[in-house]
């Protein structure tokens, strides 16, 4: 006897989290993607191929035999929307039957999940934290390809970050993460044909949006969201529509996933308008990049699937010099376009950064600040962003992963330097390479306080590598620098004891500080403050402290931001001793006064820079009062 399932019930069964992409001749991107799928938490990745001539169909059927995708086929007919039937394919696959969760995207979406450690399951369990749901909508943020002609190789997602800085007003284009057994379809965008009566549709902040689009058939937008509905809060679908425009033009020759006849993919076209966006730098989503690179290695050592991929973009380089450079087809050789109408906030940049261009004009500065960047790994945003995104310090950074390397040097602007150094006491150093890359040390994890938290695979080692170091000291080209701002994981005393003379004239530190032993044997936040108190600096701030709750039997019904109870680390500003202002040099006094403006938030500290620079003679006494007219309202108490 067959029993019917109860739809009403609330999501509580666990299962595999799948995602499924329908694709034609791709063959160029494909193991990026599938590699990310994985690095983002995916159990399952789904691809369906429809009439490939560039060899990807070939490539999905090695990587089905190495366990990495489900490659299904299809042969979709004149008319027939291959994403409607390649997803119908996909459910129906008996490897879906005990998936609890599946998202549908394009080889050139990467669903960017903000919350948490920015795995999938993440995402779901903070949206489901707001109720019962059935299905969490994830809205677009398009990447622009900064107006590159031609693609030649390479990475996507280390390669383009610049991005919208903000949602903007009538684009509610999602696409949907959702329960299978909930819907019986998938249309482009979301799933369609509800199993139950009202299921319950939710943005990836939680917010519960109206359900009526679920139930119409072709409907392919969230037409009856508002604005304040939508969201990029815990998770952003990036978008890399464009890439490059020798890459978006020859999308003309593949057709569209949904059957659609359009002038979408034209230089200058809304559709470009729309995707080419450069407002503001994110690369939040290259988190996860020292995996998705290990992966990509492991699959470009085997011949196959390295010659395919290298006759793909061979394959490209001849349609691109048949197609477009000799019959000039879509507009290859028309004028280039105007770059569309950037929607840059004010908001990308803080309230304070009027102030801070206006000291940067006025300070008799001799150079650039000097940024000295240990441990610069992209998995979270640099403090002296502001300073980078006005063009006003040099970064000389330091990264021996690989990957993070990597990633450091296809990003950079002209003011960075990066090099694949580890820096220590000059000595070879055991590298314990960690699951998760931001916890990469050369001690070993102290499992008991891992344990503590809960959170067992955050000590993971994967590999022991021998990895020699070199002292700051030792490398004079370096010269004089401001602010040195260090996260080793534990590293951090053997740097300060290796650059007693780098950091002679420095002004500034940012270091994390433990407080929770997370490796064995590692100094804590006394003995670096220790340290650095040695060699004149003195505790000035905290940028933020980092607190976790403790495991328990009650975790999974607490909300973790109201019971992040046990202090873990944090980041701290040290300064040289404010009580001795006499004893810095007038370029320290401008370097420190720059960088409590940007980087500290610690306008007080500023303030007396400038008052002692005054008293020298170096700037007008009435500048520290223009500064406070430059601050925000804020920050000041003016009489009324």
Same mark, same amino acid.
Request: glycine share 6%; net charge neutral; with cysteine.
């Given at each position: 006897?067959?029993?019917?399932?109860?739809?009403?019930?609330?999501?509580?069964?666990?299962?595999?989290?799948?995602?499924?992409?329908?694709?034609?001749?791709?063959?160029?991107?494909?193991?990026?993607?599938?590699?990310?799928?994985?690095?983002?938490?995916?159990?399952?990745?789904?691809?369906?191929?429809?009439?490939?001539?560039?060899?990807?169909?070939?490539?999905?059927?090695?990587?089905?035999?190495?366990?990495?995708?489900?490659?299904?086929?299809?042969?979709?007919?004149?008319?027939?929307?291959?994403?409607?039937?390649?997803?119908?394919?996909?459910?129906?696959?008996?490897?879906?039957?005990?998936?609890?969760?599946?998202?549908?995207?394009?080889?050139?979406?990467?669903?960017?999940?903000?919350?948490?450690?920015?795995?999938?399951?993440?995402?779901?369990?903070?949206?489901?934290?707001?109720?019962?749901?059935?299905?969490?909508?994830?809205?677009?943020?398009?990447?622009?390809?900064?107006?590159?002609?031609?693609?030649?190789?390479?990475?996507?997602?280390?390669?383009?970050?610049?991005?919208?800085?903000?949602?903007?007003?009538?684009?509610?284009?999602?696409?949907?993460?959702?329960?299978?057994?909930?819907?019986?379809?998938?249309?482009?965008?979301?799933?369609?044909?509800?199993?139950?009566?009202?299921?319950?549709?939710?943005?990836?902040?939680?917010?519960?949006?109206?359900?009526?689009?679920?139930?119409?058939?072709?409907?392919?937008?969230?037409?009856?969201?508002?604005?304040?509905?939508?969201?990029?809060?815990?998770?952003?679908?990036?978008?890399?529509?464009?890439?490059?425009?020798?890459?978006?033009?020859?999308?003309?020759?593949?057709?569209?996933?949904?059957?659609?006849?359009?002038?979408?993919?034209?230089?200058?076209?809304?559709?470009?308008?729309?995707?080419?966006?450069?407002?503001?730098?994110?690369?939040?989503?290259?988190?996860?990049?020292?995996?998705?690179?290990?992966?990509?290695?492991?699959?470009?050592?085997?011949?196959?699937?390295?010659?395919?991929?290298?006759?793909?973009?061979?394959?490209?380089?001849?349609?691109?010099?048949?197609?477009?450079?000799?019959?000039?087809?879509?507009?290859?050789?028309?004028?280039?376009?105007?770059?569309?109408?950037?929607?840059?906030?004010?908001?990308?940049?803080?309230?304070?950064?009027?102030?801070?261009?206006?000291?940067?004009?006025?300070?008799?500065?001799?150079?650039?600040?000097?940024?000295?960047?240990?441990?610069?790994?992209?998995?979270?945003?640099?403090?002296?962003?502001?300073?980078?995104?006005?063009?006003?310090?040099?970064?000389?950074?330091?990264?021996?992963?690989?990957?993070?390397? #990597?990633?450091? !040097?296809? @990003? *950079?602007?002209? &003011? =960075?330097?990066?090099?694949?150094?580890? $820096?220590?006491?000059?000595? %070879?150093?055991?590298?314990?390479?960690?699951?998760?890359?931001?916890?990469?040390?050369?001690?070993?994890?102290?499992?008991?306080?891992?344990?503590?938290?809960?959170?067992?695979?955050?000590?993971?080692?994967?590999?022991?590598?021998?990895?020699?170091?070199?002292?700051?000291?030792?490398?004079?080209?370096?010269?004089?620098?401001?602010?040195?701002?260090?996260?080793?994981?534990?590293?951090?005393?053997?740097?300060?004891?290796?650059?007693?003379?780098?950091?002679?004239?420095?002004?500034?530190?940012?270091?994390?500080?433990?407080?929770?032993?997370?490796?064995?044997?590692?100094?804590?936040?006394?003995?670096?403050?220790?340290?650095?108190?040695?060699?004149?600096?003195?505790?000035?701030?905290?940028?933020?402290?980092?607190?976790?709750?403790? #495991?328990?039997? !009650?975790? @999974? *019904?607490?909300? &973790? =931001?109201?019971?992040?109870?046990?202090? $873990?680390?944090?980041?701290? %500003?040290?300064?040289?001793?404010?009580?001795?202002?006499?004893?810095?040099?007038?370029?320290?006094?401008?370097?420190?006064?720059?960088?409590?403006?940007?980087?500290?938030?610690?306008?007080?500290?500023?303030?007396?820079?400038?008052?002692?620079?005054?008293?020298?003679?170096?700037?007008?006494?009435?500048?520290?009062?223009?500064?406070?007219?430059?601050?925000?309202?804020?920050?000041?108490?003016?009489?009324?």
């Amino acid at each position: 006897m067959t029993t019917a399932r109860d739809f009403t019930a609330a999501p509580g069964r666990a299962g595999p989290l799948a995602v499924i992409a329908c694709q034609r001749n791709e063959a160029m991107w494909l193991l990026e993607w599938v590699a990310f799928q994985h690095a983002a938490g995916f159990d399952r990745v789904f691809v369906v191929s429809n009439d490939c001539s560039d060899g990807s169909d070939r490539m999905l059927d090695r990587l089905a035999e190495m366990g990495e995708v489900v490659h299904l086929r299809q042969d979709a007919q004149p008319g027939e929307a291959p994403q409607v039937s390649g997803c119908a394919l996909a459910l129906a696959h008996p490897q879906m039957a005990d998936v609890a969760w599946a998202f549908h995207c394009d080889i050139d979406e990467f669903l960017n999940v903000s919350c948490g450690e920015g795995r999938v399951a993440d995402l779901i369990a903070a949206v489901l934290r707001a109720g019962p749901t059935d299905c969490i909508t994830v809205n677009w943020r398009m990447f622009g390809s900064g107006g590159r002609r031609s693609w030649d190789g390479g990475a996507v997602l280390p390669s383009f970050t610049l991005t919208e800085a903000q949602l903007r007003k009538g684009r509610a284009m999602q696409k949907c993460l959702f329960r299978p057994e909930v819907f019986a379809a998938v249309h482009c965008h979301m799933p369609k044909h509800p199993r139950k009566a009202d299921p319950v549709l939710r943005s990836s902040a939680g917010v519960e949006m109206p359900n009526a689009p679920l139930f119409a058939p072709q409907q392919m937008r969230h037409q009856t969201a508002t604005h304040a509905m939508v969201s990029w809060e815990n998770a952003a679908l990036n978008h890399y529509a464009i890439r490059s425009q020798d890459v978006f033009l020859l999308k003309n020759l593949r057709g569209d996933g949904m059957a659609l006849t359009h002038q979408k993919y034209r230089l200058g076209s809304p559709f470009w308008a729309f995707a080419e966006r450069t407002e503001i730098e994110d690369r939040t989503i290259l988190r996860h990049w020292p995996a998705v690179a290990a992966r990509l290695e492991r699959y470009r050592a085997d011949p196959e699937i390295r010659a395919l991929e290298a006759e793909a973009l061979a394959g490209h380089a001849r349609l691109r010099a048949e197609i477009l450079d000799r019959q000039g087809r879509f507009g290859w050789h028309d004028p280039a376009p105007k770059q569309p109408l950037q929607e840059v906030p004010k908001a990308h940049l803080p309230d304070t950064a009027g102030a801070v261009r206006f000291l940067l004009s006025q300070l008799p500065r001799e150079r650039r600040t000097v940024v000295l960047d240990v441990g610069a790994n992209p998995i979270t945003p640099t403090p002296y962003k502001t300073l980078l995104a006005l063009q006003s310090c040099e970064v000389i950074g330091f990264e021996p992963q690989p990957e993070a390397f #990597a990633a450091l !040097q296809s @990003a *950079r602007s002209p &003011r =960075e330097r990066y090099f694949p150094h580890a $820096v220590g006491d000059g000595t %070879v150093q055991a590298l314990k390479i960690f699951r998760f890359s931001g916890m990469t040390s050369v001690f070993e994890p102290c499992l008991p306080s891992i344990a503590l938290l809960g959170k067992p695979r955050m000590g993971r080692v994967i590999e022991r590598v021998a990895l020699p170091t070199v002292a700051l000291d030792t490398l004079p080209e370096i010269g004089r620098i401001d602010l040195l701002k260090i996260d080793i994981q534990g590293g951090e005393l053997a740097v300060f004891q290796g650059a007693r003379q780098t950091l002679a004239q420095a002004v500034a530190v940012i270091v994390e500080l433990r407080h929770l032993r997370l490796y064995e044997g590692e100094p804590m936040a006394a003995g670096v403050d220790q340290e650095l108190r040695a060699q004149g600096f003195a505790l000035h701030k905290f940028l933020f402290n980092k607190s976790m709750p403790i #495991a328990n039997s !009650q975790l @999974a *019904r607490l909300s &973790r =931001e109201a019971n992040s109870d046990q202090l $873990v680390d944090g980041d701290a %500003v040290y300064l040289r001793d404010l009580t001795r202002l006499d004893a810095i040099d007038d370029e320290g006094l401008v370097q420190l006064a720059i960088l409590a403006a940007s980087t500290f938030d610690s306008h007080t500290v500023a303030l007396a820079c400038l008052d002692a620079l005054a008293a020298r003679g170096r700037i007008p006494a009435s500048l520290a009062r223009d500064y406070v007219d430059a601050l925000p309202a804020r920050l000041r108490s003016d009489p009324a």
